[in-house]
């Protein structure tokens, strides 16, 4: 590794990185919501009793930016963590109190046939709360690349 950075180099199929903690609280989940997904179930606590969610819950999307946050600390790829495509499932919403934290998992590493200096790397990324529930899975197809860009394996 280099400069706290991972490359091409570093990865391999089964490695497994594990977030730090991230808390969401009921004010978070509002806030968040108000600017990007407005609906009474991430809104307010009172009218979310009486929907599918049965009270106050995190929109997906926000537990996709926390899941992403925690994604970039704990897999700090050299040239960024660049996305080329995912499947987002919510098994359970995120709560008011949960504390989320992210367990990536690398499933396949396929190298460039045109572009030698990286490979598309299948990441799984699993957001948990405190209690080990998932409340988001996320596989992703990431770039990845080699230290020496001018350089092929």
Same mark, same amino acid.
């Given at each position: 590794?280099?400069?706290?950075?991972?490359?091409?180099?570093?990865?391999?199929?089964?490695?497994?990185?594990?977030?730090?903690?991230?808390?969401?609280?009921?004010?978070? &989940?509002?806030? =968040?919501?108000?600017? =990007?997904?407005?609906?009474?179930?991430?809104?307010?606590?009172?009218?979310?009793?009486?929907?599918? =969610?049965?009270?106050?819950?995190?929109?997906?999307?926000?537990?996709?930016? &926390?899941?992403?946050?925690?994604?970039?600390?704990?897999?700090?790829?050299?040239?960024?963590? &660049?996305?080329?495509?995912?499947?987002?499932?919510?098994? !359970?919403?995120?709560?008011?109190?949960?504390?989320?934290?992210?367990?990536?998992?690398?499933?396949? &590493?396929?190298?460039?046939?045109?572009?030698?200096?990286?490979?598309?790397?299948?990441?799984?990324?699993?957001?948990?709360? !405190?209690?080990?529930?998932?409340?988001?899975?996320?596989?992703?197809?990431?770039?990845? =690349?080699?230290?020496?860009?001018?350089?092929?394996?």
């Amino acid at each position: 590794m280099e400069s706290g950075k991972l490359y091409l180099e570093d990865l391999h199929v089964g490695d497994v990185f594990v977030s730090a903690e991230q808390q969401v609280d009921a004010n978070q &989940i509002r806030e =968040f919501a108000m600017s =990007f997904d407005p609906q009474p179930f991430h809104l307010d606590e009172e009218a979310a009793k009486e929907t599918f =969610f049965g009270g106050l819950a995190a929109s997906g999307w926000h537990t996709a930016a &926390i899941t992403m946050k925690l994604l970039v600390e704990s897999v700090p790829l050299g040239g960024g963590v &660049i996305g080329a495509g995912s499947e987002l499932t919510w098994p !359970q919403p995120t709560r008011p109190g949960d504390v989320l934290h992210v367990v990536s998992t690398i499933l396949e &590493i396929t190298p460039s046939k045109s572009k030698p200096d990286r490979a598309v790397v299948k990441v799984q990324s699993d957001t948990l709360n !405190q209690h080990g529930e998932l409340c988001q899975r996320s596989t992703a197809r990431l770039l990845a =690349f080699r230290r020496d860009k001018t350089t092929a394996a």
